[in-house]
């Protein structure tokens, strides 16, 4: 698996039906994960969730407890 760049990681999973509707591309505890055979995947990196929350989030995700918003440039 390989992550690439995360601009057009991002770019990319905004394409997939799927995922363009996720609340966790907003969200700066998301890691975009393109896999070698460019299946997208939306991996949370969150410190807030609890232990039972999956690192890959059913998608899309609509609404999220933990969402945060990204760190201002
Ligand atoms: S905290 Fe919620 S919104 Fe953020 S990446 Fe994890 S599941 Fe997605």
């Known amino acids: 698996m390989s992550d690439g760049n995360f601009e057009s ?3 990319l999973a905004r394409e997939q039906p799927l995922l ?3 609340v966790c591309l907003s969200c700066r505890d998301h890691r975009t994960i393109v896999s ?38």
């Open 36 to 73: 070698g055979r460019g299946s997208v995947f939306l991996l949370c990196q969150s410190d807030h969730t609890p232990p039972q929350w999956p690192k890959y989030p059913r998608q899309p995700l609509h609404s999220c407890p933990y969402w945060s918003a990204e760190d201002p440039d």
């Open 9 to 11: 990681a991002d770019d």
């Open 20 to 22: 363009r509707g996720s």
